[in-house]
């Protein structure tokens, strides 16, 4: 019985789902400066400092052409100020993000929504420190990530980083738009965008607009937003979602990787002191946050996999 039984438990086990690798380990860390920086000698020491920059990483600018074409929107060199050290690591590692506000705050963006972005370009495993000398906005660091890729040698795609351009300002805008609202935090909003594309990446990555609006809907009500978000802002998000399936992040290779890094960001999230302060924030307003909704789906698809298998083994005496 035993030998009979090799074979099938072989073809169980290559059904289960492979890890896909991304691209390999830099050598170098990279290094960029934004373009405000570069006769300004105290301002990069200082912001050298902040990175943890090494003599050995590669070190570039990031300009206003690089911002135009990445992110396309317009900064006069004069304003690029905020400035990023990344190190690309092999597939599986995932995306850590840290904002140094040691010297200067990042005032308009958080670690989550960053990585949110960074997931929309494409970049799903690598080291990351953003930071200041100075108070910044934080809206034109985006760009020198990217940079630092080409700076490797590697293609970025630029209709994606366009994407997680108009994602992360669209996120901004509607924080600021509801800053003095009740029930609303960019953790919440953070939350439910991943949630969004983990739920459109499950469902195979090639869905209608209909379909899509009606996970924005339901995501809406799991994260204690639908009666908060406006309908010009729940369109907003829906058309982002709309435009990242289009890239085709959401099919393929790319999109195994997406997903194990958006559960991860998940995670952060609703570890984080801001998440459990908005979820408090909710309950007193009689709502309730899902701590969330992807995980217990992947646990409920995993729980059901091996259960159809115990009922399969069962079958066979």
Not at 11 to 38: C, N
Request: hydrophobic share 35%; net charge negative.
């Amino acid at each position: 019985m035993a030998r009979k039984m090799m074979p099938l438990i072989i073809i169980l086990l290559l059904m289960l789902p492979l890890r896909v690798q991304a691209a390999s380990e830099w050598d170098q860390a990279v290094t960029v400066y934004g373009a405000a920086l570069e006769n300004d000698q105290e301002l990069l020491e200082s912001t050298s400092e902040i990175l943890g920059a090494e003599d050995g990483d590669i070190v570039e600018y990031v300009r206003s052409g690089d911002v135009q074409k990445y992110l396309n929107v317009t900064y006069d060199d004069s304003v690029l100020k905020s400035s990023i050290r990344i190190l690309q690591k092999d597939g599986g590692h995932g995306l850590d993000i840290t904002v140094d506000e040691s010297m200067g705050q990042i005032t308009k963006i958080t670690e989550e929504t960053y990585k949110n972005a960074l997931l929309t370009s494409g970049i799903t495993d690598a080291e990351v420190v953003i930071g200041a000398a100075e108070d910044v906005t934080g809206e034109s660091a985006l760009s020198g990530i990217y940079k630092a890729y080409e700076a490797q040698g590697e293609e970025i795609d630029t209709e994606r980083t366009q994407n997680a351009q108009d994602e992360l300002e669209t996120i901004s805008d509607i924080t600021e738009e509801n800053s003095n609202v009740e029930g609303f935090s960019q953790e919440q909003l953070n939350k439910m965008i991943t949630e969004i594309k983990i739920q459109v990446i499950e469902a195979g990555g090639n869905l209608s607009e209909d379909e899509i609006r009606s996970i924005v809907d339901e995501q809406l009500k799991e994260n204690g937003l639908n009666d908060v978000l406006n309908q010009e802002q729940i369109n907003r998000i829906t058309v982002i979602i709309v435009n990242i399936q289009e890239s085709g992040l959401f099919q393929n290779e790319e999109a195994e990787r997406l997903l194990d890094s958006s559960k991860g960001l998940i995670d952060e999230i609703t570890s984080s002191e801001g998440f459990k302060d908005a979820k408090k924030a909710a309950e007193e307003l009689g709502k309730d946050i899902q701590e969330s909704g992807a995980w217990e789906s992947f646990k409920n698809a995993v729980s059901d996999f091996f259960r159809s298998v115990t009922d399969f083994f069962k079958s066979l005496f």
